[in-house]
Each structure stands twice: as structure tokens, then as C-alpha cells.
């Protein structure tokens, strides 16, 4: 019984570390690019670069005097980078609503038919739970929906199904820091070509690069290496479904540190999304109750 309470706190402590950091590189990015305080490709490399002197730091500390296992890949790195660079200049075009709606459709899309194409279906709560969780996140996020450009609905979407990937690369990972890591590390090559493809377009501002290296550093390098962490305890179904509580923290975020109001929408959408992911975690075992 101690164990599996010991289980689930790692699972939840794990689980929301990550989404808040998920959360805050949505803000950071918005800030950067919003205000136009720098440009996507500097961003992005700032971001990755930072992530990487992050990661290598608390690396090599963790593991000093003990033999390396973990080497990341360049599968994990590309779609990462992939990941990184459309999901910048995707948000140079889109509102933060409809970015937020594609980029977590395509997560959930991606994910699902991924998982089903491996040959894991989801039973009859799962599918309920994710439909109940992605209504309370549209809910939330409909008053601030327009129409989207289609470069940005592309790039956005790329931006997605690129962390999908990522996700469920990090399923079966043995030394969650040291392949979060090494995915950064290997980046490294994607990040030299986009230096140099756009070397003439830079635009910077010291309250860019502050904002880049905390996305990096904290949002990213971080935050990716605890989701990583927290893939050990989730199913791929409920890695996606989860994902739709950024907002939701986000918005709540800005309750707390913007003063903005807590509003009916919120509290509905909030409870929904809770509800919906509450669904996929326990439908199984809740179905299995029931046939008994």
C-alpha cells in the first residue's frame, strides 16, 4: 500500500512539475515573440543552447565518478528541433487560443494514431475521458479562437505531431536526464544550420535573450528531463490526455501572478479537464470493477 502511495505522488509531483514548465514555455515564447523582442530562429537557438549548458550541468554533477549508459538519439533530437523551431514561428502568426487548440489537437491526434497503429486501441473510457478533457479544453480556450493564418495552422500542427513524437519516444527511457540530455546535445548540428540560414535576419533585445534562456534553461532543459521522468508512470493514452491541463495552468497562472479574475469559464473548463483525464486514468480499472 506504501508503495503505491510512494508511486503515486512521484506520478502526480512528476506529472505536474512538467506541465507547468510546458505551461510556462507557452508564456515565455508569447512574451518573446509577441512583443517582438526577438525573432523565432534566435529564440529557438537560444532556447536549445541554454537547455544544453542546463542540462550538461546538472548532468555532470548527478553522475560524477559513474559510468554514462545514456545517449539520448537523433530520432529523439530531431523531433525535438522540429519540435522547437516550427512551435516558434508558429506563434509569430497565431493568437495564443487557436496556437494553443492546434498544438494540443495535433498532440492528442498524433499520439492516438500512433498508439493505435502500434496496435494498442483504447477501450470505450478511455476514448470517453479524452473526448470530455478536449471539450473542457476547447471550452476554455473558444472566446479567443479566430481564424488562423495557414502557415501558422501548418507550422503549429508540424509543431505537434513533432512533440508527439518526442513523447512517446521517451516511453521506454531508462535515464530519463541523461537521454533529455543528450537529445539536446545532439541538436547541436540542426541548431549550427539555422544560425547560418538566418544569420542575416537576427533581431535581438536583451529582454529576448532573457526570455530564450529561461525557456531553455528552466522550461525546456528541465521540465522536458521531469516529463521524461514521469513517461515511466503514464500510458501513452494518458501521456496526450494530460497534456490538455497547460492551459488550464496557464490560465490559472495568470490568476495568480497577472491578478487576473478568476472567471466562471475557467472554474467550468477546469473540472471538465480534470474530470476528462480522471476518466482515462481510472476508466480501466473501473471497467474491470464493474464486469466483476
Known amino acids: 500500500m506504501i508503495k503505491n502511495d510512494v508511486k503515486a505522488l512521484k506520478v502526480f509531483l512528476y506529472t505536474s512539475i512538467a506541465l507547468i514548465a510546458f505551461a510556462g514555455n507557452s508564456v515565455l515564447c508569447r512574451l ?137 519516444a521517451g516511453k521506454g527511457s531508462i535515464n530519463p536526464l541523461g537521454d533529455t540530455t543528450f537529445n539536446f546535445l545532439r541538436t547541436l548540428p540542426f541548431v549550427l544550420i539555422l544560425v547560418l540560414v538566418t544569420l542575416n535576419d537576427m533581431s535581438l533585445s536583451s529582454e529576448g535573450i532573457w526570455l530564450a534562456i529561461l525557456s531553455g534553461a528552466l522550461a525546456s532543459g528541465i521540465g522536458y528531463a521531469i516529463w521524461y521522468q514521469a513517461l515511466g508512470y503514464l500510458s501513452a493514452i494518458q501521456a496526450a490526455v494530460v497534456q490538455l491541463l497547460v492551459p488550464v495552468i496557464a490560465a490559472v497562472g495568470g490568476v495568480v501572478f497577472a491578478s487576473e479574475e478568476i472567471t466562471l469559464r475557467l472554474v467550468i473548463a477546469s473540472v471538465v479537464v480534470l474530470g476528462g483525464i480522471m476518466i482515462v486514468i481510472t476508466g480501466k480499472k473501473m471497467l474491470e470493477r464493474v464486469k466483476q
Open 32 to 168: 518573446a515573440l509577441g512583443d517582438e523582442a526577438i525573432d523565432a530562429a534566435s529564440f529557438t537557438t537560444i532556447r536549445l543552447l541554454s537547455g544544453i549548458v542546463m542540462l550538461l550541468a546538472i548532468f555532470s554533477f548527478m553522475n560524477r565518478g559513474k559510468t554514462n549508459t545514456a545517449k539520448g538519439s537523433w530520432k529523439g533530437a530531431f523531433y525535438l528541433f522540429a519540435y522547437a523551431i516550427t512551435f516558434s514561428y508558429g506563434y509569430i502568426t497565431l493568437e495564443t487560443g487557436i496556437g494553443a487548440l492546434v498544438l494540443f489537437g495535433s498532440v492528442q491526434i498524433s499520439i492516438i494514431l500512433i498508439n493505435m497503429f502500434k496496435g494498442n486501441k483504447l477501450h470505450a473510457m478511455e476514448w470517453a475521458g479524452t473526448i470530455v478533457a478536449f471539450a473542457g479544453f476547447v471550452y476554455l480556450i473558444f472566446p479567443s479562437l479566430a481564424t488562423p493564418s495557414v502557415v501558422g495552422f501548418g507550422l503549429m500542427t508540424m509543431a505537434g505531431v513533432a512533440w508527439g513524437f518526442y513523447t512517446l
